[in-house]
């Protein structure tokens, strides 16, 4: 073998290695567990505060996102203390001081696929548990995921309510 061949194989190893380490990388980021800022609580503002989903995720009957809450949301209640936790104290903190929560997403999509919530909470009439689980039940953020995103899981469902499966369908 020349030189010129050899070190087009071996770049090309390395380009295979480069790409492997990558995707493993990606692997690991989507199970690593996420700590949110401040430990928000979905039991206590839907079965005692009496909120809806669709008070604080404003985008999730009409948009393609849902949308994490801004702190303007929670500003109309946390001026002051209601009760007396910690996490409230960081809240009203942000609050006086108009700073946004630096809220991490855990679901999240790659860039080459589509996904709306007005199509399938809104014509899909999906609710958000098939995708999400009991969030409403919650006393502190997920760490990751409830009901893993797969490809997987969302084509099962297609197939199960004859919605189309071809690749463009979500691929773009
Ligand atoms: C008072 C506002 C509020 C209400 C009401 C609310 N949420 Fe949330 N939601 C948040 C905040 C703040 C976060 C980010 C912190 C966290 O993950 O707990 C969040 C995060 C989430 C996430 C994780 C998103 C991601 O990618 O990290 C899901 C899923 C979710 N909410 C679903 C729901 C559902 C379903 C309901 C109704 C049962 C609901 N939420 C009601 C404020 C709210
Ligand atoms: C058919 C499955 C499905 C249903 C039903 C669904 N979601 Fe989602 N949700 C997703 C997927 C997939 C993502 C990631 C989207 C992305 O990255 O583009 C997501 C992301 C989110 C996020 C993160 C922020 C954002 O803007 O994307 C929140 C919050 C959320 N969903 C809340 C809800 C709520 C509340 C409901 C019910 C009213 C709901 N979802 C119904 C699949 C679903
Ligand atoms: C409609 C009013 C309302 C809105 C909007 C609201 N909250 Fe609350 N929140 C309350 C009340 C009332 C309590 C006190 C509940 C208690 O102590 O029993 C509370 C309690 C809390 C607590 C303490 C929970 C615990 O476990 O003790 C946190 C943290 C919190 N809210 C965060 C937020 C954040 C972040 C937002 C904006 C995304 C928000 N809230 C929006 C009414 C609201
Ligand atoms: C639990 C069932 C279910 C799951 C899970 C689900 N879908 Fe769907 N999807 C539907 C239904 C039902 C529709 C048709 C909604 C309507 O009536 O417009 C739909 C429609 C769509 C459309 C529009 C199709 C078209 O022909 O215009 C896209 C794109 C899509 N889904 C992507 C996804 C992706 C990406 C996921 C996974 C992250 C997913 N879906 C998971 C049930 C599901
Ligand atoms: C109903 C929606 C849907 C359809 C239809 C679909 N995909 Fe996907 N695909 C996804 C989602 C969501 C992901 C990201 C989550 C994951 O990797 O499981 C994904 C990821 C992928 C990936 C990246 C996998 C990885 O390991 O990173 C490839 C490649 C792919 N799809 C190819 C295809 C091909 C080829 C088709 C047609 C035969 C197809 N997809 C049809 C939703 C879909």
């Keep these: 073998m020349n030189k010129m061949k050899l070190s087009i194989v071996r770049s090309g190893g390395r380009l295979l290695l480069v790409s492997f380490l990558t995707t493993l990388l990606i692997r690991c980021n989507s199970n690593e567990e996420i700590v949110q800022p401040i430990e928000y609580n979905h039991y206590v503002h839907f079965n005692d505060v009496g909120l809806d989903c669709t008070d604080c995720h404003l985008g999730v009957e009409d948009k393609i996102n849902a949308t994490i809450p801004t702190i303007e ?93 071809d690749c463009i369908t979500c691929h773009v």
């Design 73 to 165: 949301i929670c500003s109309s209640c946390h001026e002051d203390m209601n009760g007396e936790s910690e996490a409230e104290a960081q809240v009203v903190e942000a609050v006086s001081n108009e700073d946004e929560i630096p809220w991490q997403r855990i679901y999240v999509l790659p860039d080459h696929v589509f996904f709306s919530h007005r199509r399938h909470v809104k014509s899909g009439k999906i609710s958000c548990k098939v995708c999400h689980g009991e969030v409403e039940n919650l006393h502190s953020p997920p760490r990751k995921q409830i009901v893993p995103i797969t490809m997987g899981r969302c084509m099962k469902c297609h197939d199960n309510k004859s919605i189309s499966n």
